[in-house]
């Protein structure tokens, strides 16, 4: 069975230190692996996504992820963190196309604190 | 302009009582999903359409029913609500890709409070 592992649940960074953000998978197959952001009292929205293309993610406001097969992981990261980074992270994965469930599997999530 | 809306968006109530939530996609997708996200932000699948059909049936109490009278719908009824279905519900869609990996497009949520 599909899972993720979110190792930490609260991160704090300082502003414009790195950012790094910790996810590890475990699938029987290539999977296909998301971060998504969820800022207070709002839905997930999609940061990137990996689906067996380039390993290195790029994403939005300057995330990008990096998928190591060796180490079944897909850590997050940004070189320099702002204050509106605040926010609860998500790495998912997803059921590979021949099971025709589309479900994803959601880590326990990480709560970024940026401090002034 | 609202890709995926829920309404309500809060919903309080007494325990025992039946509430509906909805949910709308303009987005053109045919897979919707309901999720439940607890209060330490676990965020699990209930269920799953496809084109209007029942694909994911998560282990949930069968006083939760889905309802999906198009591929741009799908309400969530909750019979004789408990204390632990306090929590927020997602809706989200997303459009069949036959390499797999689509993206999951969310709605803004419903925090339903149960007294």
């Known amino acids: 069975a599909q899972s993720v592992t979110q190792l930490g649940s609260h991160v704090s960074v300082s502003e414009g230190a790195l950012v790094l953000l910790r996810c590890n998978y475990s699938?029987?197959?290539?999977?296909?692996l998301f971060w998504y952001v969820q800022y207070p009292n709002q839905g997930l929205q999609l940061l990137l996504k990996y689906t067996s293309a380039a390993t290195l993610v790029k994403g939005i406001n300057g995330f990008e992820a990096e998928f190591k097969k060796s180490e079944t992981s897909f850590h997050l990261t940004k070189p320099s963190a702002h204050m509106s980074d605040a926010a609860e992270y998500f790495c998912a994965v997803s059921d590979p196309p021949t099971s025709g469930t589309y479900k994803y599997i959601f880590g326990t999530g990480t709560r970024l604190k940026v401090l002034a | 302009d609202t890709a995926v809306s829920q309404t309500p968006k809060y919903l309080v109530t007494q325990m025992g009582n039946d509430k509906s939530i909805k949910c709308e996609q303009n987005l053109g997708h045919d897979t919707m999903y309901w999720y439940k996200q607890d209060s330490k932000k676990f965020l699990k699948i209930m269920f799953s359409y496809n084109n209007k059909e029942l694909i994911i049936n998560e282990t949930v109490p069968n006083r939760f029913s889905p309802k999906s009278p198009d591929k741009a719908h799908l309400n969530l009824h909750i019979n004789s609500l408990e204390l632990g279905d306090s929590a927020v519900y997602f809706c989200a869609s997303s459009q069949e890709v036959a390499s797999g990996g689509e993206t999951q497009y969310f709605g803004p949520g419903t925090r339903l409070l149960v007294l």
């Open positions: 699938s029987s197959v290539p999977p296909y």
